[in-house]
């Protein structure tokens, strides 16, 4: 798999069961109730681009720096 779609869930947390998708290029989030990033975000080593929404973007800004250094970060509209 080389995307999912988990936008718009209310999901406050990721499975970390998500590290075993090796191949996974591409993951939206936006649109969650997430309160902490999600630290299995940082272990999917295929990862190019995460989808976040502005509200993601602005209380994650600490974390998503870390992974601007080695992947491209997508912003959603909402």
Same mark, same amino acid.
């Given at each position: 798999m080389e995307y999912i779609g988990l936008m718009g869930n209310k999901l406050e947390t990721l499975p970390d069961s998500l590290v075993s998708l090796k191949r996974l290029e591409h993951i939206n989030i936006s649109n969650n109730s997430f309160i902490h990033f999600p630290n299995v975000i940082f272990h999917l080593p295929s990862l190019q681009?995460?989808?976040?929404?502005?509200?993601?973007?602005?209380?994650?800004? @600490?974390?998503?720096?870390?992974?601007?250094?080695?992947?491209?970060?997508?912003?959603?509209? @909402?």
């Open positions: 681009y995460i989808t976040l929404d502005r509200e993601q973007n602005r209380i994650f800004k @600490k974390e998503i720096r870390k992974l601007e250094n080695n992947r491209v970060i997508n912003h959603s509209a @909402k």
